[in-house]
């Protein structure tokens, strides 16, 4: 079975931080990874995902997260934060296994606040 | 165009009412999929289409009804619901059901169920 962690469930910085969202997988296969946002009463918006390749991967929004088998991590940065940053983050693996290839287990989720 | 339209964006019914969530995207995508999101909690998936043919049902409760009737179109028929149904139900579609599509979400519907 696929799995993601999300350490820290609230994430608090000061604008112009560095923003660093951790997230770990847990997969038998090589996992298919993404990290998605979500503002408030609203859907979720890809951010980057992670397939194959580079493993330094560049998204939207000034984001990149760097894919490292050898921790089993996906963590999320950003150099510097901004108050539109403040979001839920969540960390998901794609399932690859039986009938359910391609549907998305997602992480509890990590609230960013960015403090003025 | 990478939009996925939900609609209504709030409903509000009582445990005795019919009622449809619709979905819609034009992108061209094959797959399409509900998720239930309870505030603070990631969504969990309710239902895959593929094809416009039921490819996963996560063992939701029948009084869950969704429908595909075409590649544009996905519906949810909700009746007979239960105050804990209350949620965010999001609507997403992908190119295909597949690990490396990625999965375009709408902007959600909120139900509330008195």
């Known amino acids: 079975a696929q799995s993601v962690t999300q350490l820290g469930s609230h994430v608090s910085v000061s604008e112009g931080a560095l923003v660093l969202l951790r997230c770990n997988y847990s997969s038998s296969v090589p996992p298919y990874l993404f990290w998605y946002v979500q503002y408030p009463n609203q859907g979720l918006q890809l951010l980057l995902k992670y397939t194959t390749g580079a493993t330094l991967v560049k998204g939207i929004n000034g984001f990149e997260a760097e894919f490292k088998k050898s921790e089993t991590s996906f963590h999320l940065t950003k150099p510097s934060a901004h108050m539109s940053d403040a979001a839920e983050y969540f960390c998901a693996v794609a399932a690859v296994y039986g009938g359910s290839q391609g549907n998305l287990i997602f992480g509890k989720g990590t609230k960013l606040s960015v403090k003025p | 165009d990478t939009e996925v339209t939900q609609t209504p964006k709030h409903l509000v019914m009582g445990m005795t009412n019919k009622k449809s969530l619709k979905c819609e995207q034009h992108?061209?995508?094959?797959?399409m999929y509900w998720y239930k999101q309870k505030a603070k909690k990631p969504p969990e998936l309710m239902f895959v289409?593929?094809?416009?043919?039921?490819?996963i049902n996560e063992s939701v409760p029948s009084r869950f009804s969704p429908e595909c009737p075409n590649s544009s179109l996905l519906n949810l028929h909700l009746h007979a619901l239960q105050p804990e149904d209350s949620a965010l139900y999001l609507c997403a579609s992908s190119l295909r059901e597949g690990p490396t599509d990625t999965q375009y979400f709408g902007p959600g519907t909120r139900l509330t169920v008195l």
């Open positions: 992108m061209g995508h094959r797959a």
């Open positions: 289409y593929s094809y416009e043919k039921l490819s």
